[in-house]
């Protein structure tokens, strides 16, 4: 027995295209379990049994010898199925990737299987009576086998071969054009039922219908097997995808972990570098103020890591949809950071400006405590990397979006932009791995521009990942304009809650995009930065 036939698990991947049937599971059981060969063989045997009792039970009723030979012919015929069978497997184990050559000569295998019974089952009756045999029910067994298996018009042809069959026998013993005639039972020799024309006749009308009844019921199942089949394909190949989507989840947090450490431990090392060195009396008394200034410095930059990340994990735990129920108003939130920020700016020697013009609706759906550590990391930025005597504007203010921008619905967005006049950005730091602000980009967790690195500038290189993680969660798009040495514009776009609306749509998906421009010919930063408004400085 070849060891295709053992029951080893076959991968054979569902049929993808849509105008193909969805019977890749049955004709594969066809070809793997040769359920119909084997069907056959249980055909034959009985047969065989049914003759030999017969014989022995009934000696004097005598079949003509063309039935025996009928069932060898099935017999020897079987035997053909069962090595194309073989075969078939073993050549798709071969070549697993001909699938659709695979489905396409298992129908064919199928279709001749069908057809080749439906003959000798006619050849059968031909030697047993005839119309007279009620066996002629195998025909609707045949009708239904085909249509879970071929496609529908194989199956309707199928059905039409059938009719023929049986038509041309009782027509051909009716008119005795077949001759002789075979009774089925010795007691029925003298009835000649092959010969009621009125009988003949509605036995095949009778059988007609049954087939187009069967055909028809069957083929309606078999429409919703398929229905199934491809439901079930759909529901494997969004698995798959969740699958590699959870890995890569998987992979990122892991890395993410490591890099947390990683960033973590340098302040501790260097914290019991610096506490090692006054403990072994190695600091001077004179030094030793400026060495707890060191340790100082570690734990402030320890602690603020440590705030961001959970400010980082905080907003990336939560459910997105929580920006969807809430309303802001963007423009007093805004000027609230504005405000708590400007002290900050003014002792370091910079100009504060701000614009929020008074007419406009700038609520906007979006969590409040989100959008606060989202500006106020973009504020932060501004005042840190911009050196006095500079200037940071925030403004807030409407922006509708081309028909080409627009994603799921979104026409409006509240956009607050914070410009500076600061060190700047270099394109190799805003460009990631598959564009502008991707994988190792300034946006990624703890990844820290050159131009901020150089200029000895602390900082954790977690609040742009906390930007993005807020702006793609609340559906919201991310503007970045940067010239090293000129300065930078941040521009973040949150939905707008539409003029005049009262309820909240609810989306449940999380709509991302980022559009980083860092290329040459980009409108200046500094141009926005000077722009008039409630200036302070
Ligand atoms: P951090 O500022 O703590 O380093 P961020 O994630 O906020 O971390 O920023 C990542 C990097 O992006 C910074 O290290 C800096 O190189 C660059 N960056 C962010 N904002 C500005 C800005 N306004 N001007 C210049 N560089 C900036």
Not at 181 to 202: D, E
Request: charged share 20%; aromatic share 6%; proline share 5%.
């Amino acid at each position: 027995m070849s060891p295709t036939s053992t029951g080893a698990p076959i991968s054979i991947p569902l049929n993808k295209r849509a105008s193909e049937p969805y019977r890749t599971g049955a004709l594969v059981s066809l070809v793997r379990l040769h359920w119909f060969v084997q069907a056959r063989w249980a055909i034959v045997i009985l047969a065989f049994a049914v003759l030999a009792t017969e014989h022995v039970a009934f000696p004097h009723v005598s079949r003509p010898l063309g039935l025996p030979l009928v069932i060898l012919v099935l017999a020897g015929v079987n035997c053909v199925w069962m090595a194309c069978s073989y075969s078939l497997v073993r050549r798709f184990h071969l070549h697993e990737q001909l699938v659709t050559d695979f489905l396409r000569t298992a129908l064919r295998f199928a279709n001749a299987q069908v057809g080749v019974d439906l003959l000798i089952l006619t050849l059968i009756l031909r030697f047993t009576g005839g119309v007279e045999n009620p066996m002629a029910i195998f025909y609707l067994f045949h009708m239904a086998i085909g249509s879970l298996l071929l496609r529908w018009w194989h199956a309707v042809l199928q059905g039409a071969w059938a009719v023929l069959l049986y038509a041309l026998l009782a027509l051909g013993e009716w008119s005795d054009w077949i001759r002789p005639h075979y009774p089925f039972l010795s007691s029925l020799a003298g009835t000649n039922l092959h010969q009621h024309g009125a009988y003949v006749s509605a036995s095949i009308s009778v059988l007609a219908a049954g087939v187009a009844g069967t055909l028809f019921f069957m083929l309606q199942i078999a429409a919703r097997l398929d229905e199934g089949e491809r439901r079930l394909h759909q529901v494997m190949e969004a698995l798959e995808t969740s699958k590699l989507a959870i890995t890569d989840l998987n992979r990122r947090r892991s890395r993410f972990m490591q890099t947390a450490a990683h960033q973590l431990k340098s302040p501790l090392t260097a914290i019991q570098a610096l506490t090692s060195l006054i403990r072994d009396g190695v600091v001077s008394p004179e030094g030793l103020s400026s060495t707890c200034d060191r340790i100082i410095e570690r734990c402030e930059m320890g602690a603020a890591q440590v705030a961001e990340l959970l400010t980082l994990a905080r907003v990336q735990e939560s459910d997105p949809r929580r920006h969807h129920d809430t309303i802001v108003p963007v423009g007093e939130v805004t000027d609230d950071i504005y405000n708590r920020h400007l002290p900050i700016a003014t002792e370091k020697g910079l100009k504060m400006r701000r614009l929020l013009p008074e007419n406009q609706d700038l609520r906007a759906y979006i969590d409040r405590h989100d959008l606060t550590d989202c500006v106020t990391n973009l504020l932060e930025n501004a005042i840190k990397y911009t050196p006095p005597p500079g200037c940071v504007t925030v403004s807030v203010r409407r922006e509708t979006l081309s028909s080409r921008d627009l994603r799921q619905g979104a026409v409006e967005y509240v956009a607050v932009t914070v410009a500076d006049t600061g060190i700047g950005i270099d394109q190799g730091s805003l460009m990631g791995k598959g564009g502008p602000g991707g994988t190792g980009s300034v946006f990624d967790a703890f990844r820290r521009g050159s131009s901020a690195l150089a200029a000895k500038i602390p900082g954790t290189g977690l609040g742009l990942s906390i930007v993005r993680e807020v702006v793609e969660q609340a559906g919201g798009r991310l503007r970045v304009h940067s010239r090293l040495g000129r300065g930078s514009k941040f521009t973040v776009l949150i939905p707008a809650v539409p003029s005049g609306c009262r309820d909240m749509p609810v989306r449940d998906a999380r709509v991302s995009e980022l559009d980083v421009d860092g290329a040459p010919g980009a409108p200046s930063p500094q141009a926005s930065a000077r722009d008039d408004s409630d200036e302070h400085t």
